[in-house]
């Protein structure tokens, strides 16, 4: 079936680096944009970034822009979110999402949680 | 950055009975509206997207409508699994953007 899995988040001061993965499966990984989404505890999602089915092209959120770098492997079926310059708001649950083909999210993976904290 | 903003915060209301909730954009989005669904612990669902189409296995209970800048999205008799929480998100400009988000709470 659809699979995402997210992976790589932890506990990180500010000011520090986090590198999140997203494993995707069940799909043709390299047909389809793909986001970040997060969430805040408490709050709701908020688009974080999105890049293109072949990596060529990338969004990103104002919030995070020049901080944040969405990529992707194709090769691996693997989309990635290197975070530096990490702030205490960057707190959140990380949630990778495929795309549809009106640019939305249809399939979320569960998740994995960065706090940013001394 | 388009702002959406969903009214009410909060819908207390019973099950069965109808449920509409509003989505205002601070300028058009057109139709490149969608509605999400969010239960606790979990990643939101795609409930309807382009303002009026459902996504895939959406129960018919749920609909959307409008266009421009307001929206609605209508559970016509609230399931006990629906009080939860909603919310809209364009697709019309970069950045993309979400509301504040509605929870439907048993009354």
């Known amino acids: 079936q659809v699979q995402l899995v997210e992976s790589g988040g932890g506990v990180v001061p500010p000011g520090g680096s986090l590198r999140l993965s997203c494993a995707a499966s069940?799909?043709?990984?390299?047909?389809?944009?793909m986001h970040w989404v997060r969430q805040a505890p408490g709050k709701g999602p908020e688009w974080v970034a999105f890049?293109?089915?072949?990596?060529?092209?990338?969004f990103y959120a104002d919030s995070v822009k020049g901080r944040f770098t969405i990529s992707r492997d194709n090769s691996k079926n693997t989309l990635s979110l290197q975070m530096n310059s990490l702030r205490g708001e960057d707190t959140a649950v990380y949630y990778c999402?495929?795309?549809?083909?009106?640019?939305?999210?249809?399939?979320w993976g569960k998740g994995t949680t960065v706090t940013v904290s001394s | 950055e388009i702002v959406l903003t969903q009214s009410p915060a909060t819908l207390s209301l019973s099950p069965g009975e109808r449920a509409n909730l509003s989505c205002r954009a601070s300028q058009s989005v057109s139709n490149y509206l969608a509605w999400y669904q969010q239960k606790p612990g979990q990643a939101p669902r795609l409930l309807i997207y382009d303002a009026s189409n459902r996504a895939t296995g959406i129960p018919a209970r749920f609909s959307g409508s409008g266009s421009g800048t307001d929206f609605t999205l209508t559970i016509s008799s609230l399931e006990p699994e629906d009080f939860v929480f909603y919310y809209c998100?364009?697709?019309?400009?970069?950045?993309?953007?979400f509301g504040g988000g509605t929870k439907v709470e048993i009354k």
């Open positions: 890049i293109r089915f072949d990596g060529i092209k990338n």
């Open positions: 999402a495929k795309m549809t083909p009106q640019l939305n999210m249809d399939v």
């Open positions: 998100q364009q697709r019309s400009n970069w950045p993309l953007t």
């Open positions: 069940g799909f043709n990984f390299s047909s389809y944009g």
